[in-house]
């Protein structure tokens, strides 16, 4: 199985790895598919996402999507970062075989439950859609 240079850079040396003790927002989700598990949590100030961190129980793409999606949504506005897409993960991955692009759902699916717990906590409707995992749009 063949990984882009990017993919092994964020895997070996994921970025924003943790957790935030007063996080705003935490968000859980589990891949259907096989089991792994990944959680996020989220700092927003004013709106904007001032920091982010994750932990993942997951294989090595699973990892490398969180790590540089962390990267893309990290002082960003919450809604410039629902629309992260998964396909947009992969890119800025430069690719991720077929077979691994369900990994890069989970990453897409705990920052939009991340956001969805920090709007429960702030009252705000409607919550975003976090979806199932299985709908990888770079699949299509
Ligand atoms: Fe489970 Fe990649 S094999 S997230």
Do not use: W
């Not at 959680?39 to 540089?68: E, L, P, Q, R, W």
């Amino acid at each position: 199985m063949l990984y882009s240079d990017k993919v092994m850079d964020h895997f070996a040396n994921p970025r924003n790895v943790g957790e935030i003790e007063d996080a705003d927002g935490i968000g859980e989700v589990g891949n259907a598919k096989c089991g792994d598990i990944m959680k996020m949590y989220i700092k927003v100030d004013n709106g904007v996402i001032s920091d982010v961190k994750f932990k993942t129980f997951g294989c090595g793409a699973a990892v490398a999507t969180s790590s540089i999606a962390t990267e893309m949504i990290m002082g960003k506005t919450i809604d410039e970062a629902l629309k992260l897409t998964n396909k947009a993960v992969v890119e800025a991955l430069e690719g991720l075989p077929p077979q691994k692009l369900h990994c890069s759902v989970l990453a897409e699916q705990a920052m939009k439950s991340a956001i969805s717990d920090y709007y429960q906590r702030q009252g705000i409707d409607p919550k975003p859609i976090v979806g199932e995992i299985g709908e990888c749009e770079a699949c299509h």
